[in-house]
């Protein structure tokens, strides 16, 4: 008997049904649930939904970055035929690997978005340039410090693509421009805020002499600041970090954050959806990767209209 004849009947005929005759069904999972940026993204992909039409959407990711067992058995459940695409922002580049071999052996189109996946089971990336988003970052705290110093780099959990690629222009800048900056510290501080908050207290403690900090991502970001105050440093050190929400807007304002490296997860959001309606209608694909850019945000311009479209969900 052919592997089709064996299909409930209710599958055969939504299989049979011309894309064009109906909705598509795609799923997003995202990161977590915690952050604001998600809110940015979702943002996107509801343009993009109302742009193209007939789309059925399920959202659906983990209470926190760091729940990669949760994202996997999310990945899992909708490896089905009924599902068109999925897009989906890897909490672990390598380990996520199989779960999307197996969707995409379902005939499931995937789209990553924001964090890089490794294998070749998805038509597209959609990402913000992260390494050269990093070195941006080094940029500002190499100048805000005169160039010597020193800095610690906090990064959130292992595996994570984007945050890997930003920590790696951001010690690439250092190491060529900036030698007489030293990274005394280079850690791990957890995935959600009260983790990182509790890990860089300790780090302060460990390194009270250090210059400046460098957050890999909101999470971090968020810890970090709250670290800061809780110690009594807020100010003192001179600290960059990623994305906004309005606690991060709120130590940048303070001169507590002097730099905010913001992405564009709407573009991102937006983009991803059309990569994945295409992919599923057949589209060919000229670029496979999707650059998106990322912009410095500090006290000198974030009031600027440009600017804050980037900083309000």
């Not at 795609?26 to 915690?34: L, M, Q």
């Not at 399920?58 to 009924?82: C, F, H, L, M």
């Not at 589209?283 to 990767?289: A, D, F, G, H, L």
Request: with cysteine.
């Amino acid at each position: 008997m052919k592997k089709w004849m064996t299909l409930p009947l209710v599958c055969i005929m939504f299989l049979m049904c011309p894309v064009s005759a109906r909705d598509l069904n795609i799923v997003f999972i995202p990161k977590s649930h915690d952050q604001d940026f998600w809110l940015f993204m979702r943002q996107g992909v509801d343009k993009a939904m109302q742009e193209e039409g007939q789309i059925k959407l399920t959202w659906r990711g983990p209470a926190y970055n760091d729940d990669i067992d949760s994202q996997i058995q999310i990945v899992q459940i909708y490896a089905k035929p009924e599902v068109d695409a999925i897009i989906i922002a890897a909490t672990d580049r390598a380990r996520l690997v199989e779960p999307i071999r197996q969707a995409a052996a379902q005939g499931v189109k995937v789209v990553a978005v924001d964090s890089a996946l490794d294998g070749n089971a998805h038509t597209n990336f959609v990402t913000t340039d992260n390494y050269a988003a990093g070195r941006l970052a080094a940029e500002r705290l190499a100048g805000l410090l005169k160039r010597q110093g020193s800095v610690a780099l906090v990064r959130t959990v292992p595996g994570s693509g984007s945050t890997e690629d930003r920590a790696s222009g951001f010690v690439d800048y250092l190491r060529k421009n900036a030698p007489q900056i030293a990274i005394v510290a280079d850690e791990y501080a957890g995935g959600t805020r009260g983790k990182v908050a509790r890990n860089v207290a300790a780090l302060l403690a460990r390194f009270p002499q250090v210059d400046a900090l460098f957050a890999v991502n909101e999470s971090t970001g968020d810890g970090v600041l709250r670290a800061l105050r809780q110690t009594g440093l807020a100010g003192q050190k001179k600290f960059v970090c990623f994305d906004t929400t309005e606690f991060l807007l709120d130590g940048l304002r303070k001169d507590e954050i002097h730099g905010l490296v913001v992405q564009n997860p709407r573009q991102m959001g937006y983009l991803s959806v059309k990569a994945a309606v295409a992919a599923v209608k057949g589209t060919p694909i000229k670029n496979p990767t999707i650059l998106t850019d990322a912009v410095m945000v500090t006290r000198d311009n974030y009031q600027k209209p440009e600017i804050r479209a980037l900083l309000i969900p």
